[in-house]
């Protein structure tokens, strides 16, 4: 961590050691000994890392009340700080009840805590903890440079404490070995969450499916699991070039994506994928989707990996990768290969990444404490600060179609958060819809709520996706409201623009 005195930085894990990329991230850095971190209960069904790391402090507890679990926190960081006698940098993840009960911690005891809020993925979701967060954070960070505008884009006042720390992984001096391709199937591999609405699943058994229709001798290894598991399992049940490992321990991915000639990703959103960089790190070509995160700065299109341009739709993204395997074979899989890690070598290798952060946790040992501002809720979830970002957009949507008869998807939190607003637009909402079958048949407004399918039978002219967190989702799935001729609108669309393809 360099010479001078430097925070030690404290990861908070709030869904325990599964394997995410994550906690593949903070237990890299806490197995180095550059960082701690604070590890929650996790779901007993979900894999897990197999790890005995120095560093990491098990809570019992689950992200939920912030003020009884900054007192937890607040346990753990007054012990660090008395051993290295400057203040603890910790960086939430994921949970807004999380941040919150470090929000608590800035607002009781500043001098305690430096905190970093830390984007790894380009989504609403983080963009709200951004942008409600940001007060308590003696520094932001993008985990790529797309990100890192992002968060300028968003909190332009803190532009002064916004840096960009690549994320990275442990990088071999050496590519392995593949032996040649020549006589024998292709094969590829997809490790991570097997679900639909980030992921994009359900488009890889249809991808092997086109590539056989192409004369493509093949074979992909799915390795993970998640809520999509079934769902690929019944695509794949016939298909014997497709096989689902399941889960595997973090130390036994690297065998497969060195067996692997070719690592596909589908995503419609992602952060700088953990995943992408150890399958480049190991020498595997990445084919993958195109995404507004900042992949384009890990796979130099043509030279170090492939991007395609792909459709919302599983179908149309299973063709386009189908069509992305096939570049990738005609530029040269060897080449890519070298490519691939030679990029890793050069930027996203984690002995530089873990000096960067050194070099931050430095810099925050000298700056001033942070105050929380005593007007703000500690959760961004509260509905008070719910309704004041949503105020004007809500106008914006209605006055768009002054003559349109509304359907509001999502009667959740966001919606009940919002019934002040709505109201005063009860003329133009005809219904409510939602995806949860246990709502329909109830009312909100005086308005009926019905499924999706029913949303034309009430003479509905437009809809309204209603979430803030689940937004980017919804709008993947709006074809089944314009498949009945009605106009799809959201609320939260402002976006930061595509950087420049190389």
Known sequence: MGDRRACTPVFVLP??????GVNTWALSLVERGDARAIVHGAHPSHSAFDTTAPGLVHLDAHAADPESLSNEYRAVFERIARESGVPVAPIPTRHDGCFAAIAAIVRDTPDLVRPILWQQ???????????????????????????????????????????VIYNAVRVPARAPSREPTTGRPLRLVYAGRV???????????????????????????????GPAINDVHAQAER???????????SQDVEAHLCWADIFVLCSRHEGLSFALLEAMAAGCVPVMTRTRSGADEAVVDNVSGVLIDAPDDDAGTALAMAGGVQRAQRLGLGKLSNEAHGRMRERFDLETHARALGSLCEH???????????????SARDPGVIRRRAEALIERAFGSQPRGRFVVHGVGAHTRALEPLLRAHAASIVAFTDDDPGSWGRTLLGKPIVQPSE????????????????????WHRREAYELQGLRVHRLYDAQMPLRAAH
Not at 15 to 20: F, H, M, Y
Not at 239 to 249: M, R, Y
Not at 464 to 474: A, F, G, Q
């Open 195 to 225: 679900e639909h609405e980030q992921k994009r699943a359900g488009a890889l058994v249809p991808m092997s499916e086109e590539l056989a229709r192409r004369g493509i001798a093949h074979h992909l290894r799915i390795i993970g699991d």
């Open 239 to 249: 298909h014997v070039h497709v096989e689902l490992v399941g889960p595997v321990a």
């Open 364 to 378: 925050l040992a000298q700056t001033p404490a942070r105050a929380w501002p005593s007007e703000r809720p500690l």
């Open 121 to 163: 993925n380009d989504s609403r979701y983080e963009d709200v903890l951004i942008e409600h967060f940001e007060p308590m954070a003696s520094a932001l960070v993008g985990a790529s440079e797309h990100l890192g505008r992002s968060i300028t884009y968003r909190v332009p006042h803190r532009a002064g404490d916004t840096l």
């Open 455 to 474: 949303a034309h039978a009430c003479r509905a002219t437009d809809v309204l996706i209603s979430s803030d967190l689940h937004e980017e989702s919804i």
């Open 15 to 20: 869904q325990g050691l599964t394997v995410t």
